[in-house]
């Protein structure tokens, strides 16, 4: 049984009052009957903040990116000790803006993935193809090598402490979601994917869904058997649309 995650990605978005106002509604609708899972993914200047609002609360709380370095001479860098030290278990790695924004690749994302966990944190690997791609037929194609890029350099076991989230280039902000089909067609396959380096990893390796969520298509995406939850990008900002997604999982 895989307990459901909705984890919210708040990208380039925060400021002190809002942060405070965005944690307090989702504390107030935390529900403990509820059996699934809230993260925020707070701008790393925010984090100790955050720390601070849900410490002796159920919200977990990740950090969005970090450096593949442990320390030294990166200036502007943040390194996985400093997110565990204020606060985060988790963090994400690869996510589709830092592959095109900052021309990440899947060698970086896999030594970013090796230094997450070096720190303690959690990575959640992202992954996922563009629409280019997509009309291709390349997305099994795109997403296995990604995913094949972090086996190589982490080893499968790595993948014991870690999550995937598929998300398809095409639908991230974009309005445009996978459909259920679509989305659970991909997610088998990475857990195919990992089941064949171990059965007990992939059976057990949580894969999120993420790429324009809202509450109305939440719930058919969630119900598919392969999606383990999701990664929110926009609708992340608000309580009450973020709350409404965790409610539909
Ligand atoms: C994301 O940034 O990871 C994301 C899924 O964004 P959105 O929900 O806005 O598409």
Redesign the pocket.
Known sequence: MRTKLIAG?W?MNASKPMVRELVAGILAQLDADRDAEVMVLPPSPYLSLVHSLTESTPVLMGGQDLSAHESGAYTGEVAGSMLADCGCSYV?VG???RRSLHGEGDELVAAKFVAAQASGLQPIL?VGETLEEREAGQTEAVVSRQIQAVIDQAGIAAFARALV?Y?PVW????GQTATPDQAQVVHAAIRGQLAAGSATIGGRVRILY????KADNATELFACEDIDG???????LTAESFMAIYRAA
């Open positions: 990605n990208k994400l996510h589709s803006e992202c989230a998300e639908a991230i902000g974009t993420g790429g324009s969520v999701g990664l929110i990008g926009g609708a992340s």
